[in-house]
């Protein structure tokens, strides 16, 4: 397998298409950027599907090509680990719309040979998971293991089985849920409407000019930044601490570390991300509703799945928090799946998924062995 180009890191295909999205348009050609891990086995019976949250990427367990940091999972992928690379072939890919070497806003528009910007089509979940279907076809994987998720990812990997019930023996849905609430949408809206506020943004024609929209993508980052914190986390962390300073500076500059943390949660969040694909990526999530897309019902979205899944909530989560887990999980039964489901305790918020963690490791390390 060292041998064949399509295995490895940094790799990228464009496939002919065409995509036929789920509002009603076709993409040709899909670009498609992604990283494998390990080896394929004879049966192709190990490959595992990682899906990647809002603003990550491919770069699961590698460094980071433009921030020179390290994969954003390194905890969970890797030789020995839970997700491990010495037993399973690991596919990690950008999703669909997003800016690292998938086709979406940024990317080239073969038709006019300058950036589709606001001229790419709108996506869903489903478009993504449509697309990583093509990208596991161009591989040779017939059948995934499992697909593995957490956040926007978690609904990606929901949407799996959902979408090809014969192609996925198994789903971890971690920290996710099968719908954005009036709430979710509501954060989502205010960080679009920053992006867009910025003289910039230039109704997302930006890219010629060289001077993207940072000062309103950054406002996008800190705003939704405080959603996968909690409460008790930021107060351990930061609590009114003072920045740098023994007394308030009766000005507006950073005077306490959590506004400094989050000023500097935007800026690098600019170096690094495309402002029109964080409209499209939060659209495609504002958009998602596994029910909505069987008839209402969400249970029927697993009807004809033969997967097992595994869902993990944790209890400070109050973007996602557990009742939304248990809604799933209740679907699941509902629709006669075999499912797991657990909630860990973490004073981390949303983001404890990303973070260090030795009950999920032991959680996702279980389940995957349990997979016949």
């Given amino acids: 397998m060292s041998d064949d180009q399509r295995f490895g890191l940094s790799r990228s295909i464009t496939l002919p298409g065409p995509l036929q999205l789920d509002g009603g348009i076709a993409l040709s050609p899909v670009d498609i950027a992604y990283e494998t891990y390990g080896a394929l086995n004879a049966d192709g019976s190990n490959a595992i599907l990682i899906c990647h949250a809002l603003t990550m990427d491919q770069h699961v367990a590698s460094v980071h090509p ?10 969970m ?7 491990d690379t010495d037993r399973y072939f690991v596919i990690c890919a950008n999703v669909l719309g997003s800016c690292l070497g998938s086709s979406g806003p940024a990317s080239i528009n073969p038709a006019t040979g300058a950036p589709w910007a606001m001229s790419f089509p709108v996506i869903t979940i489903r478009d993504m998971v449509r697309a990583q279907a093509m990208l596991l076809d161009y591989l040779g994987v017939r059948c995934l293991r499992a697909v593995v998720g957490g956040s926007m990812g978690g609904m990606q990997a929901l949407s799996w089985p959902a979408t090809f019930p014969g192609r996925v023996r198994a789903a971890v849905v971690i920290a996710s849920t099968a719908r954005h609430t009036a709430q ?8 679009r409407q920053a992006v867009m506020a910025d003289p910039r943004w ?17 406002v996008a980052r800190m705003a939704a930044h405080i959603t996968y ?12 601490r003072l920045q740098a300073r023994e007394a308030k500076s009766f000005g507006f500059d950073a005077d306490f570390q959590v506004e400094s943390y989050l000023r500097h949660q935007g800026i690098s969040f600019v170096d690094r991300f495309d402002a029109n694909s964080y409209l499209y990526i939060t659209r495609a999530m504002d958009y998602f509703d596994l029910a909505e897309e069987h008839g209402g019902m969400l249970a029927s979205a697993f ?7 595994c869902v993990v909530s944790f209890d400070t989560d109050w973007l996602y928090p557990t009742a939304e887990s248990r809604s799933i999980v209740h679907a699941l039964n509902a629709s006669g799946a075999a499912a797991s489901f657990v909630e860990l305790s973490s004073p981390y918020g949303h983001d ?9 490791n032991r959680v996702v390390d279980g389940f995957l062995r349990s997979v016949a």
């Fill in 303 to 309: 009807r004809a799945a033969s997967a097992r899944f």
């Fill in 66 to 75: 433009r921030t020179g940091k390290p994969g954003w999972w390194l905890q």
């Fill in 77 to 83: 992928v890797g030789p020995g680990k839970p997700i």
């Fill in 229 to 240: 914190l909690s409460e008790a986390g930021l107060t351990e962390k930061f609590g009114r």
């Fill in 184 to 191: 979710n949408i509501a954060f989502h809206e205010v960080g």
């Fill in 352 to 360: 404890a998924f990303l973070l260090e963690s030795p009950e999920l």
């Fill in 202 to 218: 230039q109704g997302g024609d930006y890219y010629a000019s060289g001077e993207p929209p940072i000062a309103g993508l950054a």
